[in-house]
């Protein structure tokens, strides 16, 4: 468990050096660069956090001139979002996030493998009297709106 909790920490660490972001950040900021019309909303859907949580996220970046906000020109309650060009360089040189990492490696493992590890994941967050606990869908420890 201790490693675990390191290589989270460390990745978080990696990545706050490499673009001064958080992952949660991150993962704002990659899908404000879709090139869609983005709203706080769809991205707060996609990404399984509240839409409060989005709303920090999102004015921590553009206080740091990563996105802008702009009213749509077709109604003009949505608020869009958009990465500006320092967000989308800093998009380019993120490096890869744990859980991408993660991701891949556990796609590669077969299936059998693949349920044990889930199994005993679930059964370890029961244990530990998180089974029932709200979690994000990264790995970083933490609160996810942080500055």
């Not at 990745?11 to 660069?33: C, H, K, M, N, Y």
């Amino acid at each position: 468990m201790r490693r675990v909790l390191r290589a989270t920490d460390g990745g978080t660490r990696r990545l706050a050096a490499a673009t001064g972001l958080t992952p949660s950040q991150l993962l704002v900021l990659r899908e404000i660069d879709t090139g869609e019309a983005v709203t706080p909303g769809l991205i707060a859907r996609r990404l399984q956090f509240s839409h409060a949580t989005i709303t920090a996220i999102v004015d921590r970046l553009v206080a740091l001139d990563l996105a802008s906000r702009s009213r749509s020109d077709q109604d003009k309650r949505r608020v869009l979002l958009e990465a500006t060009a320092k967000g989308r360089r800093c998009l380019a040189e993120a490096p890869d996030m744990l859980q991408e990492i993660f991701a891949d490696r556990f796609a590669a493992l077969p299936a059998w493998e693949q349920a044990m590890l889930l199994a005993g994941t679930e059964r370890l967050a029961d244990l530990l009297g998180a089974g029932d606990m709200d979690a994000a869908p990264l790995l970083d420890a933490g609160a996810i709106d942080r500055a």
